[in-house]
């Protein structure tokens, strides 16, 4: 197959796929849940086939009119490749280990669906070359995350969920007032025709709002701690590869490869995403839920993505891309322990917990493990990709903000590190607990393990970053 077709079928085999998944339930449980891990493997498979073109470099423009000349507009290209490979692969696992966490729930036609929709949506959205179909991509994304938020349908948890929906509709509608300014200016909603274009001010503050709201950067962060209520497997979802990293991915899509940030945009932006990283981390120290020190944790990270976008050097964006796989493969790993641990003690206040090691082996190593890549610890995949952040930062001349990233990862190492010690070290609290299902304890196994490969063979995952990255330093 060449490379169109296979990206056509990597957009709309999971969307499409999706609609089928009711139908799929009727037939059995057992029906459903296996047509949705296939329609997973396939949106994972598909976009494996692309690596030896995107390690050759260069881009393949698909493109379809549509109405009004607003043209559906695929760019395929080693970016694109690179982030729909890493959002994909997360997303199969975390379809995997839902067969053991929501066996026994209601609603699960919708929740398969709902999953199978957002990682198809995702794939549309990584590679769109259209500023209105990534706008679209971009909100049916958030329909599905206000129907996982509010899963359970508890009166607490459709409120986050609202809130959820609210903060992230809004910040694409803002978002979108900055494509329509920029349409004024170019007359096309196409990023492969609008290439280079500096665009006003006013429209990079109305970009950057949808972004920061979607990849919840503070101050836009607060709905994202309180999605926690969503099942686990769902904030694994949110925060590993998908959701958050969709306003760093577009930052990366609209201004490197696309338009140009005038006046003192360019020395702004890296101040603004180390802050955010800085205030989550703090906020995270002082936390006692499981699920909310991960959250802020999240919040943390991204800044370092951010960051390493933003200072727009070849360090930099190689740090970044190589801590988006490295950050989804640790952040989903911590996430679904924590699902198992919760599942098991009913309970979310890591100072009610203790000693679970004991009785939950293979899930505190596991998550040991991806807290030592999402701290940086060598040899694991966060330590290479946090070095360059930070070196690519120095290059730059952003010494200090460079300083305030490192001080930083001391607070990341010191929650992660601190909420380990709480949940699985000392004497058990309470009853004991034993392990996950057998799908539940393999993923997170997986996880941890392509953890601390990824670093020991870094070389393989920094090739295809420094692909992608040659790519964009190419528009810059």
Known sequence: MNAELITLLTVFVPIIGSLTIPLAGLLGRSV??????????????????????????????????????????LVIDPLAIFMSIVSSFVGFLIIVYSLGYVRDEENQNEYYLMVVLFIGSMMGLVYSGSMIFLYLFWEIIAICCWRLIGFYRLKEHILKADKAFLVTFFGAVVML??????????????????????????????????????????????WLPDAGVAPTTVTALLHAAVLVKIGVYAYARLFLYGFKLP????EAIPWL????????????????????????????????????????TEAGITGSLLFILMHGLAKA?????????????HKRDIREMGGLAK???????????CAFSVIGIPPFGGFFSKFLVIMGTVRAGFT???????????????????????????????????????????????LAFLSLAAGILIAYPSTFAEAATASLMGWL
């Open 32 to 73: 459903r849940s296996a047509w949705a891990v296939l329609l997973g493997a396939a949106t994972a498979v598909l976009p494996l086939t692309l690596i030896p073109r995107a390690l050759a470099g260069g881009e393949t423009i698909l493109r379809k009119e549509f109405l009004l000349g607003l043209d559906f507009i």
């Open 177 to 222: 007032l900055g494509f329509i300014q920029i349409y004024g200016q170019t007359g096309s909603f196409d990023l492969t025709a609008t290439r280079g274009t500096v665009i006003p001010g006013t429209a990079v503050l109305l970009i950057l709002f949808g972004m920061l709201s979607k990849s919840a950067t503070v101050p836009l962060h607060t």
């Open 263 to 266: 006046g003192a945009w360019p």
């Open 273 to 312: 995403a180390v802050v955010s990283s800085l205030i989550a981390a703090a906020a995270a120290t002082v936390e006692t839920d499981f699920k909310r020190i991960l959250a802020y944790s999240t919040v943390s990270q991204i800044g370092y993505i951010f960051l390493g976008f933003s200072v727009a």
């Open 333 to 345: 790993g911590l996430f679904l322990c924590a699902g198992i641990v919760i599942h098991a003690a």
């Open 359 to 369: 009785t939950m082996p293979v899930t505190a190593a596991a998550f040991l493990l």
């Open 400 to 446: 200090a903000a460079a300083a305030v990233a490192l001080f930083t990862a001391v607070l990341t190492m010191f929650y992660l590190l601190r909420t380990f010690s709480q949940v699985f070290l000392g004497d058990i609290r309470g009853e004991a607990h034993h392990e996950g299902t057998r799908s539940m304890v393999a993923v997170v196994a997986v």
